[in-house]
Protein backbone atom coordinates (compact mmCIF):
# COMPACT_ATOMS: atom_id res chain seq x y z
CA UNK A 1 0.00 0.00 0.00
CA UNK A 2 1.60 3.33 -0.93
CA UNK A 3 2.17 5.51 2.11
CA UNK A 4 0.51 9.11 1.91
CA UNK A 5 2.39 12.31 3.11
CA UNK A 6 0.38 13.41 6.11
CA UNK A 7 1.12 16.94 5.01
CA UNK A 8 2.16 19.47 2.56
CA UNK A 9 3.84 22.10 2.14
CA UNK A 10 2.68 25.24 0.69
CA UNK A 11 5.19 28.15 -0.48
CA UNK A 12 3.92 31.19 -2.23
CA UNK A 13 6.05 34.41 -3.25
CA UNK A 14 3.46 37.85 -3.15
CA UNK A 15 4.27 41.14 -3.36
CA UNK A 16 5.26 42.54 0.25
CA UNK A 17 2.06 44.41 0.47
CA UNK A 18 -0.21 41.60 -0.05
CA UNK A 19 1.72 39.50 2.53
CA UNK A 20 -0.97 39.93 5.53
CA UNK A 21 -3.78 38.94 3.14
CA UNK A 22 -2.41 36.07 1.76
CA UNK A 23 -1.12 34.53 5.41
CA UNK A 24 -4.43 35.34 6.56
CA UNK A 25 -6.34 33.64 3.35
CA UNK A 26 -3.84 30.55 4.13
CA UNK A 27 -4.68 30.38 8.02
CA UNK A 28 -8.25 30.28 6.96
CA UNK A 29 -7.80 27.46 4.74
CA UNK A 30 -6.22 25.36 7.84
CA UNK A 31 -2.88 26.47 8.64
CA UNK A 32 -1.93 26.67 12.29
CA UNK A 33 0.19 29.27 11.06
CA UNK A 34 2.86 31.34 8.79
CA UNK A 35 6.57 30.93 8.07
CA UNK A 36 7.83 34.29 5.91
CA UNK A 37 11.09 34.45 4.39
CA UNK A 38 12.36 37.22 2.07
CA UNK A 39 14.17 34.88 -0.46
CA UNK A 40 12.82 34.08 -3.92
CA UNK A 41 10.72 31.10 -3.63
CA UNK A 42 13.13 29.64 -6.37
CA UNK A 43 16.82 30.29 -7.85
CA UNK A 44 15.05 29.65 -11.18
CA UNK A 45 12.49 32.50 -11.10
CA UNK A 46 14.21 35.96 -11.46
CA UNK A 47 10.80 37.49 -12.01
CA UNK A 48 10.07 36.96 -8.06
CA UNK A 49 13.12 39.02 -6.97
CA UNK A 50 11.93 41.39 -4.02
CA UNK A 51 8.58 39.05 -3.43
CA UNK A 52 8.30 37.61 0.58
CA UNK A 53 7.71 33.96 0.33
CA UNK A 54 5.38 32.82 2.61
CA UNK A 55 5.21 29.06 4.25
CA UNK A 56 1.67 27.33 5.49
CA UNK A 57 1.67 23.62 5.96
CA UNK A 58 -1.57 22.01 5.45
CA UNK A 59 -3.19 18.81 6.42
CA UNK A 60 -2.70 16.49 2.96
CA UNK A 61 -6.87 15.32 2.75
CA UNK A 62 -9.19 14.91 0.63
CA UNK A 63 -9.88 18.99 0.61
CA UNK A 64 -5.95 19.45 -0.44
CA UNK A 65 -6.83 19.46 -4.32
CA UNK A 66 -9.20 22.17 -3.55
CA UNK A 67 -7.64 24.60 -1.36
CA UNK A 68 -4.72 24.51 -3.36
CA UNK A 69 -6.76 25.86 -6.36
CA UNK A 70 -8.57 27.80 -4.28
CA UNK A 71 -4.26 29.71 -3.42
CA UNK A 72 -4.13 29.79 -6.78
CA UNK A 73 -7.28 32.03 -7.96
CA UNK A 74 -7.11 34.34 -4.59
CA UNK A 75 -3.98 34.63 -6.16
CA UNK A 76 -5.10 35.65 -9.30
CA UNK A 77 -7.63 37.72 -8.33
CA UNK A 78 -5.82 39.29 -5.50
CA UNK A 79 -4.47 42.93 -6.27
CA UNK A 80 -4.20 42.32 -9.94
CA UNK A 81 -3.96 45.84 -11.02
CA UNK A 82 -0.76 46.03 -8.57
CA UNK A 83 0.73 43.19 -10.28
CA UNK A 84 -0.20 44.24 -13.96
CA UNK A 85 2.31 47.13 -12.73
CA UNK A 86 4.75 45.10 -11.37
CA UNK A 87 4.93 42.05 -14.20
CA UNK A 88 4.70 39.79 -11.21
CA UNK A 89 2.91 36.85 -11.11
CA UNK A 90 1.91 34.99 -8.47
CA UNK A 91 3.82 32.03 -8.01
CA UNK A 92 2.77 28.60 -5.97
CA UNK A 93 4.69 25.46 -4.99
CA UNK A 94 3.11 22.42 -3.28
CA UNK A 95 5.08 20.02 -1.52
CA UNK A 96 4.62 16.74 0.16
CA UNK A 97 6.26 16.30 3.87
CA UNK A 98 7.37 13.12 4.81
CA UNK A 99 7.60 13.21 8.67
CA UNK A 100 6.05 11.24 11.08
CA UNK A 101 6.34 13.67 13.31
CA UNK A 102 5.43 16.96 11.94
CA UNK A 103 3.40 18.37 14.59
CA UNK A 104 6.45 18.94 16.46
CA UNK A 105 8.70 19.93 13.94
CA UNK A 106 6.50 22.64 12.98
CA UNK A 107 6.49 24.05 16.38
CA UNK A 108 10.25 24.32 16.27
CA UNK A 109 10.17 27.13 13.81
CA UNK A 110 8.56 29.16 16.42
CA UNK A 111 10.95 30.60 19.31
CA UNK A 112 10.61 33.23 21.73
CA UNK A 113 11.03 36.66 20.06
CA UNK A 114 11.41 40.05 21.33
CA UNK A 115 9.24 42.08 19.38
CA UNK A 116 10.43 46.04 21.11
CA UNK A 117 12.52 47.00 24.00
CA UNK A 118 10.84 45.51 26.18
CA UNK A 119 7.88 42.97 25.10
CA UNK A 120 8.72 39.40 24.23
CA UNK A 121 6.40 37.00 22.57
CA UNK A 122 6.60 33.22 23.00
CA UNK A 123 4.55 30.27 22.37
CA UNK A 124 2.84 27.86 25.07
CA UNK A 125 5.67 25.58 24.20
CA UNK A 126 8.93 27.46 25.28
CA UNK A 127 10.29 27.96 28.64
CA UNK A 128 11.71 31.67 28.48
CA UNK A 129 13.03 33.51 31.51
CA UNK A 130 11.86 36.60 31.82
CA UNK A 131 14.07 39.13 32.61
CA UNK A 132 13.72 42.86 34.64
CA UNK A 133 11.14 45.03 32.87
CA UNK A 134 10.11 42.68 30.09
CA UNK A 135 6.48 41.50 28.64
CA UNK A 136 6.09 38.32 28.07
CA UNK A 137 2.88 37.69 25.81
CA UNK A 138 2.29 33.75 25.51
CA UNK A 139 0.72 33.68 21.80
CA UNK A 140 0.30 30.54 19.72
CA UNK A 141 0.00 30.35 16.29
CA UNK A 142 -3.66 29.91 15.24
CA UNK A 143 -6.76 30.77 13.03
CA UNK A 144 -6.06 34.30 13.68
CA UNK A 145 -3.17 36.32 11.56
CA UNK A 146 -0.88 38.29 14.05
CA UNK A 147 1.88 36.46 16.04
CA UNK A 148 4.19 39.78 16.37
CA UNK A 149 6.57 38.66 14.48
CA UNK A 150 5.48 40.54 11.19
CA UNK A 151 7.11 44.10 10.99
CA UNK A 152 3.73 46.06 10.48
CA UNK A 153 3.20 44.49 13.66
CA UNK A 154 5.97 45.36 15.31
CA UNK A 155 6.13 48.72 14.92
CA UNK A 156 2.78 48.98 16.12
CA UNK A 157 3.91 47.23 19.46
CA UNK A 158 6.78 49.18 19.68
CA UNK A 159 4.92 52.78 18.85
CA UNK A 160 2.35 51.65 22.14
CA UNK A 161 5.11 51.02 23.90
CA UNK A 162 6.99 54.27 23.39
CA UNK A 163 3.67 56.46 23.80
CA UNK A 164 2.39 54.36 27.30
CA UNK A 165 6.29 54.65 28.50
CA UNK A 166 5.74 57.55 30.35
CA UNK A 167 2.32 57.75 30.48
CA UNK A 168 1.54 60.07 33.63
CA UNK A 169 -2.10 58.63 33.50
CA UNK A 170 -1.99 55.30 32.55
CA UNK A 171 -4.25 53.66 34.57
CA UNK A 172 -7.26 56.05 33.31
CA UNK A 173 -6.06 55.76 29.92
CA UNK A 174 -8.08 53.52 27.32
CA UNK A 175 -7.37 51.80 23.98
CA UNK A 176 -9.29 50.82 21.09
CA UNK A 177 -8.10 48.15 18.67
CA UNK A 178 -9.65 48.14 15.28
CA UNK A 179 -9.32 45.07 13.28
CA UNK A 180 -7.67 42.87 16.71
CA UNK A 181 -6.96 40.04 14.78
CA UNK A 182 -5.34 37.75 17.96
CA UNK A 183 -5.94 40.88 20.17
CA UNK A 184 -1.26 40.98 20.38
CA UNK A 185 -2.17 44.89 20.39
CA UNK A 186 -4.90 44.90 22.39
CA UNK A 187 -2.73 42.31 25.13
CA UNK A 188 0.27 44.01 25.00
CA UNK A 189 -1.54 47.31 25.97
CA UNK A 190 -3.35 45.68 28.55
CA UNK A 191 0.17 44.40 30.40
CA UNK A 192 1.43 47.93 29.39
CA UNK A 193 -0.69 48.99 31.99
CA UNK A 194 -4.49 50.32 30.42
CA UNK A 195 -7.59 49.22 32.15
CA UNK A 196 -9.90 49.42 29.80
CA UNK A 197 -8.98 47.86 26.27
CA UNK A 198 -11.86 47.23 23.37
CA UNK A 199 -10.63 45.14 20.59
CA UNK A 200 -12.54 44.99 17.04
CA UNK A 201 -12.80 41.99 14.66
CA UNK A 202 -15.38 41.72 11.87
CA UNK A 203 -13.97 38.32 11.97
CA UNK A 204 -15.73 36.14 14.84
CA UNK A 205 -13.11 33.61 14.60
CA UNK A 206 -10.95 36.18 15.09
CA UNK A 207 -12.84 37.68 18.13
CA UNK A 208 -12.70 33.88 19.78
CA UNK A 209 -9.17 33.72 19.43
CA UNK A 210 -8.55 37.14 20.81
CA UNK A 211 -10.57 36.16 24.05
CA UNK A 212 -8.84 32.90 24.45
CA UNK A 213 -5.48 34.68 24.21
CA UNK A 214 -6.58 37.63 26.63
CA UNK A 215 -7.14 34.64 29.52
CA UNK A 216 -3.87 33.22 28.49
CA UNK A 217 -2.06 36.16 29.64
CA UNK A 218 -4.78 37.05 32.53
CA UNK A 219 -5.70 40.05 31.09
CA UNK A 220 -8.85 39.40 30.05
CA UNK A 221 -10.99 40.78 32.83
CA UNK A 222 -9.64 44.29 31.25
CA UNK A 223 -10.45 43.62 27.91
CA UNK A 224 -14.02 43.64 25.82
CA UNK A 225 -13.48 41.44 22.24
CA UNK A 226 -16.33 42.23 20.15
CA UNK A 227 -17.43 41.77 16.48
CA UNK A 228 -19.39 45.18 16.30
CA UNK A 229 -18.34 47.21 13.31
CA UNK A 230 -16.23 50.27 13.97
CA UNK A 231 -19.24 52.91 13.36
CA UNK A 232 -21.36 51.07 15.76
CA UNK A 233 -18.63 51.58 18.89
CA UNK A 234 -19.83 54.46 20.88
CA UNK A 235 -17.29 56.07 23.06
CA UNK A 236 -14.15 57.44 22.77
CA UNK A 237 -10.21 56.30 23.73
CA UNK A 238 -7.34 57.85 24.92
CA UNK A 239 -5.66 55.70 22.08
CA UNK A 240 -6.94 54.39 18.92
CA UNK A 241 -4.76 51.43 16.80
CA UNK A 242 -5.51 50.02 13.27
CA UNK A 243 -2.79 47.57 12.04
CA UNK A 244 -4.69 47.49 8.47
CA UNK A 245 -4.33 47.76 4.86
CA UNK A 246 -3.80 51.69 3.74
CA UNK A 247 -6.84 52.23 1.50
CA UNK A 248 -9.12 50.14 4.33
CA UNK A 249 -7.41 52.90 7.02
CA UNK A 250 -8.16 55.77 4.43
CA UNK A 251 -11.54 54.63 4.14
CA UNK A 252 -12.40 54.14 8.09
CA UNK A 253 -10.73 57.68 8.79
CA UNK A 254 -13.82 59.74 10.06
CA UNK A 255 -14.65 56.67 12.10
CA UNK A 256 -11.21 56.25 13.77
CA UNK A 257 -10.87 60.19 14.17
CA UNK A 258 -14.48 59.96 15.84
CA UNK A 259 -13.67 57.98 19.03
CA UNK A 260 -10.36 59.68 19.68
CA UNK A 261 -10.35 61.20 23.03
CA UNK A 262 -9.27 65.08 23.11
CA UNK A 263 -5.79 64.91 22.57
CA UNK A 264 -5.79 61.39 22.34
CA UNK A 265 -3.29 59.87 19.60
CA UNK A 266 -3.74 57.39 17.16
CA UNK A 267 -1.86 54.43 15.29
CA UNK A 268 -1.76 53.63 11.70
CA UNK A 269 0.59 50.38 10.40
CA UNK A 270 0.29 47.79 8.17
CA UNK A 271 1.26 50.27 5.31
CA UNK A 272 3.91 49.71 2.57
CA UNK A 273 6.08 52.57 2.63
CA UNK A 274 4.86 53.49 -0.96
CA UNK A 275 1.47 54.52 0.25
CA UNK A 276 3.12 56.21 3.68
CA UNK A 277 2.27 59.69 1.91
CA UNK A 278 -1.38 58.74 1.10
CA UNK A 279 -2.23 57.87 4.62
CA UNK A 280 -0.84 61.02 6.28
CA UNK A 281 -2.10 63.44 3.87
CA UNK A 282 -6.25 61.59 4.60
CA UNK A 283 -5.24 62.39 7.97
CA UNK A 284 -3.29 65.33 8.88
CA UNK A 285 -5.87 67.80 8.04
CA UNK A 286 -7.71 67.42 10.86
CA UNK A 287 -4.74 65.85 13.21
CA UNK A 288 -1.87 66.56 14.05
CA UNK A 289 0.75 64.35 12.16
CA UNK A 290 3.54 63.28 15.22
CA UNK A 291 5.90 61.11 13.70
CA UNK A 292 6.90 58.01 10.81
CA UNK A 293 8.67 54.96 11.96
CA UNK A 294 9.93 52.28 9.26
CA UNK A 295 11.00 48.66 8.99
CA UNK A 296 11.86 47.03 5.94
CA UNK A 297 9.35 47.94 3.63
CA UNK A 298 6.33 49.00 6.11
CA UNK A 299 5.99 52.20 7.82
CA UNK A 300 3.72 53.25 11.05
CA UNK A 301 2.47 56.54 11.75
CA UNK A 302 1.36 57.95 14.78
CA UNK A 303 -1.27 61.08 14.90
CA UNK A 304 -2.62 63.13 17.85
CA UNK A 305 -5.92 65.17 18.24
CA UNK A 306 -5.98 68.66 17.67
CA UNK A 307 -8.62 68.62 20.26
CA UNK A 308 -7.24 68.88 23.44
Known sequence: MEHKSSWVEIKVAVLPAEADAVANFLIELGSNGIVEESNNLS?????????????????????????????????????????????????????????????????????????????????????????????????????????????????????????????????????????????????????????????????????ACAKKNSAVNAVAEQMLFESTPLYKISGSFSTVVANILPQTLIDMKDDLIRHLAPSGYLILSGIIQERARDVIDAFRSELLFKKETQEEEWSCLLFQNKTC
Not at 85 to 108: A, C, G, H, R
Request: with cysteine.
Open 43 to 207: AASPRNEGLLVLKAYLNNDVNINSCVDSIKNYLISLHRMERAFTNQEPELLVTEIEDEDWNEKWKSFFQPVKVTKNIVIKPSWRNYWKKENEIVIELDPGMAFGTGTHPSTRLCLQALEDLLEDSPDIENASLLDVGTGSGILAIAAALLGIQHVVGIDIDLQAV
